[in-house]
């Protein structure tokens, strides 16, 4: 159906909500999702906003691609000002609400202003209004989507909400649909909070807002794109087997598996928390961790994980509501919880992503702050006292402990949702948060894969595994093999990647069929859905125009090349052990490389040429 | 031969392309709200189920329609709704065991599977075998093979 062509303008201050044409001239230039949205979004916000004041916008938006039988046609994403990093944000979700916001016919909504109490967005087709949420603040995001459904006495509407995260101005809260999938990173569910808005139920029965422009080649590229990802061997059987966290033991073998807050490369127990390990018989109930696989809307892979907690297991004793099946662990978690802290218990990190997703926060962040406070309690920065516990690295039941207490807003939990940066920043040791413009890193050591150091510090988002997933050539060899441990080649890797990314970000469909798809197999399936002739050249400028305009946008709300940095100790401290050992990252050799691969000056600003090729 | 959709919930991930494919093949429209064909997805036990009618011998639908507007298929098997004929009783949604005969409020009819008349579009669509088109003689072969798997055969001891 590609576009609708209209979206909703929700004015949260006034309480109105407003139905608008979509701008198709923009939507040539940009896409949809990731580029339209943020074109919205820079046009309409000052770079200088405060993410909390009112004046941020917050849009949630859906491609051109969503709501289609193109395999993983289902994803949605948040553009906002990050209330974690200040920088342009822009999350991306699955499950079933992207899908639905297009079957009742609109390609986006824009969110302005502070309701003067907490409401929800309710959405049935054309009809929109905004409804009391007093009875839902304070209520978790499992409670919130429960009680949304019977009270419109419609099991089939989807649900994306903030939990007690969100309204707390927990700094890195995410907003989390269909229970548990999340647009996760950056704080997008803070700046939601910020703005009295608990939640958005949506029900889409018109599926008619526009249509596919040439149905019959559509279906024939769908088919054949479908294919692609069954024959290959990490969409078709891979991820659908282990999911994500088929690279726990193949990134620890690689010396490249994150352990103890960046002091260590590999985890002695990665095995014990490994996607392999899901799917051992426990020696306590003799059941698997892992009760079934799950695709979102539309995806012909199936990666995520369904898993159920042991029982006996210390997080959950005498706590039934938790002994059902939940989403998870999916890789970065999995790392974020375990690794990071040295935790190598895979009962306790799923019961902590489980909170996560109940209270809607981000796991990665979460996980990465823990670490960062385990080490300042290491080195005697942090007491018992004030953590309100014992927090050495290792430690199950301290990670469980302020998860719960995270997710309550209570105790030390308040300081872990700043994040790690204003953590360390406040104890005096601002260089002990492992991240880049205040956002944490995910699992990837970038001293053992080199790209990825230079992929974290350039990318528009804070640092960030889905702007430019190098892992797929250093690691994988998709689509060419690269050396992990060079510098060389890296900075037009990382650009191609940005790039290319771009577009499949703003057309509807998963990062992971990149794993499989190149933008030859996206192209036919875009241009036989949607008019404007959509050719491999303009795709390529697209993505190239989406990524600039997202730095100008960065550089004038302050940001500057010294932001496109790591932390000292991946650019000092040398891998202890593993294929990387002795090496640390050559983010400074890579960057002055990289500005010049885009057309930047050496300060990191695109140069005039660079805007006036893009049409910037 | 007679064939028939085979359900192995087993096999189901959720994805509803099923969905898309029997709203596209019937309505023209990419709307799963228009679907014949229904995955429920019961959350805390991790089980997706595809369901959709299975064409009873003895339609009770079909018996207890007032003005004969569901009929047999004669190629397919498939109990058919005759939408020219329907009045939008909604008594065979009543009859039906198993709820897979619905009301459409926008038309005032009714809707249920009709085998796409004989190439089933969700079984074309499903990415992983969990809707398969099959002999009808056959139907629950896969199961009865499962168990037969579990049979024990292992040389006895000498007596």
């Known amino acids: ?616 | 031969m007679q064939k028939s959709l085979h359900m192995d919930a087993n096999k189901c991930t959720g994805c509803l392309q099923c969905e898309m494919a029997c709203s596209y093949e019937n309505y023209g429209v990419f709307n799963i709200s228009k679907s014949r064909i229904k995955v429920f997805n019961f959350e805390h036990e991790g089980r997706k189920v595809p369901y959709t009618c299975t064409q009873c011998a003895e339609a009770w639908c079909m018996n207890a329609c007032p003005v004969d507007a569901i009929r047999i298929d004669a190629g397919t098997g498939a109990k058919v709704v005759h939408e020219d004929v329907c009045v939008g009783c909604k008594v065979c949604t009543i009859a039906c065991p198993f709820g897979t005969v619905n009301y459409v409020a926008d038309s005032g009819k009714v809707q249920k599977c009709d085998l796409c008349g004989g190439d089933p579009a969700c079984a074309s669509a499903c990415p992983t075998g969990a809707i398969t088109y099959v002999d009808a003689d056959w139907t629950g072969l896969d199961k009865m093979r499962q168990w037969a798997g579990k049979t024990d055969t292992q040389p006895r001891a000498a007596a």
């Open chain 1, 1 to 616: 159906m590609a576009w609708t062509r209209k979206f909703l303008r929700v004015d949260l201050t006034n309480g109105t909500c407003k139905a608008e044409p979509l701008n198709m001239q923009w939507a040539q230039e940009y896409l949809g999702q990731r580029g339209l949205a943020t074109k919205y979004f820079v046009e309409e916000v000052d770079p200088k906003v405060d993410p909390l004041a009112p004046e941020n916008k917050l849009i949630m938006t859906t491609g051109p691609l969503t709501g289609t039988p193109v395999s993983t046609g289902g994803r949605y994403s948040v553009v906002t000002k990050g209330a974690l990093t200040g920088a342009i944000a822009c999350s991306n979700s699955g499950g079933y609400f992207g899908a639905e916001l297009k079957f009742a016919g609109w390609d986006m909504i824009i969110f302005e202003g502070k309701s003067p109490k907490p409401v929800y967005l309710s959405i049935e087709d054309d009809k929109a209004e905004l409804l009391d949420a007093s009875h839902l603040w304070g209520k978790t995001v499992f409670q919130t989507e429960e009680t949304i459904k019977k009270t419109h006495q419609d099991p089939q509407i989807r649900v994306s909400s903030i939990g007690r995260s969100g309204e707390n101005g927990v700094m890195f809260a995410c907003i989390v649909n269909d229970l548990h999938r999340a647009a996760g990173r950056s704080g997008v569910g803070t700046v939601m909070g910020s703005k009295n808005l608990k939640a958005v139920a949506v029900r889409g029965k018109n599926g008619s807002g526009g249509s596919v422009k040439d149905p019959k080649a559509f279906m024939a590229a769908t088919q054949a794109a479908k294919k692609v990802l069954a024959d290959n061997a990490v969409t078709g059987q891979g991820l659908p087997t282990y999911g994500t966290q088929v690279l726990m033991n193949v990134i620890n073998e690689m010396g490249a598996l994150p352990t103890r807050n960046h002091r260590d490369v590999q985890f002695e127990d990665a095995r014990k928390i490994s996607g392999e390990a899901m799917h051992e018989k426990r020696p306590t109930d003799g059941k698997t961790h892992l009760v079934t696989n799950a695709a979102c809307f539309g995806c012909t892979i199936a990666c995520g994980r369904i898993s159920r907690i042991d029982e006996t297991h210390f997080s959950v004793v005498n706590k039934p509501e938790y002994w059902g099946a939940s989403g998870g662990l999916e890789y970065e978690a999995a790392w974020a919880l375990g690794a990071a802290n040295g935790v190598g218990d895979l009962e306790a990190l799923q019961y902590v992503n489980v909170l996560c997703n109940e209270d809607g926060f981000d796991p990665i962040t979460f996980g990465a702050t823990v670490a960062a406070a385990m080490e300042l309690y290491d080195l005697g920065i942090l007491t018992k006292e004030q953590i309100g516990m014992e927090a050495p690295f290792g430690s199950a039941k301290a990670l469980v402990e302020l998860a719960q207490m995270t997710a309550q807003g209570i105790g030390f939990g308040k300081e872990l949702g700043l994040g790690s940066a204003r953590l360390c920043a406040k104890y005096g040791r601002p260089e002990l948060s492992m991240g880049v413009k205040k956002q944490e890193f995910p699992a990837y050591d970038s001293r053992g894969i080199q790209g990825m150091g230079l992929g974290y510090a350039t990318s528009n988002r804070g640092a960030c595994h889905l702007r430019a997933y190098t892992v797929a050539s250093e690691v994988l060899g998709i689509p060419v093999k690269t050396d992990p441990l060079v510098t060389e080649g890296k900075a037009d890797l990382v650009k191609a990647f940005q790039d290319a990314t771009s577009v499949f970000d703003s057309a509807g469909v998963c990062a992971f069929t990149t794993f499989a798809w190149s933008l030859a197999d996206l192209q036919p399936q875009l241009d036989a859905a949607c008019e404007g002739g959509w050719t491999m050249e303009k795709l390529a400028l697209l993505g190239e125009r989406i990524w600039n305009m997202e730095r100008l946008f960065n550089n004038a709300a302050g940001f500057t090349a010294k932001d496109d940095d790591l932390p000292p100790r991946l650019k000092t401290e040398p891998a202890k052990t593993g294929p990387a050992k002795g090496l640390v990252n050559g983010i400074d050799k890579m960057r002055p490389e990289y500005y010049t691969a885009r057309g930047w000056t050496p300060e990191g600003v695109p140069t005039k040429e660079t805007l006036a090729r893009l049409g910037l």
